[in-house]
């Protein structure tokens, strides 16, 4: 399954983006958004399921809120109050990706969000 990321910027802290994450085929998993920053390791940011069920990562919630159109076989990442601790390139994927990498798919260039203070 291919799946674009796009969406990223640059923004001062306080700003908002959305992210949006397309994929070309009905997706039957439940889906996450993950960042990798400079030198550290890939993270969770936030999941939904095909429900509608979300979580969070501690550092995003209240901030994030993470939605899915499944009829356009799209989700969205909607990113407020952001803070320069937030600047990292964006990626989707399933929701067990980091987890088990056998139920992962490809996790393409991601997108690139900036965020000056």
């Known amino acids: 399954v291919q799946l674009q990321a796009s969406g990223g910027g640059s923004v001062q802290s306080g700003k908002s983006l959305r992210l949006d994450c397309t994929a070309f085929?009905?997706?039957?998993?439940?889906m996450a958004w993950y960042r990798q920053a400079l030198g550290k390791e890939r993270e969770f940011v936030a999941s939904i399921s095909r429900g509608g069920q979300s979580h969070y990562a501690d550092s995003v919630q209240g901030r994030f809120t993470v939605s899915m159109d499944n009829n356009k076989n799209t989700m969205y990442l909607r990113m407020s109050n952001l803070k320069p601790e937030d600047s990292a390139a964006y990626y989707c994927?399933?929701?067990?990706?980091?987890?088990?990498?056998?139920?992962?798919?490809?996790w393409g260039p991601g997108t690139l969000v900036t965020v000056s203070s």
């Open positions: 085929i009905p997706i039957g998993d439940n």
């Open positions: 994927n399933t929701e067990e990706a980091l987890r088990d990498p056998r139920r992962a798919f490809n």
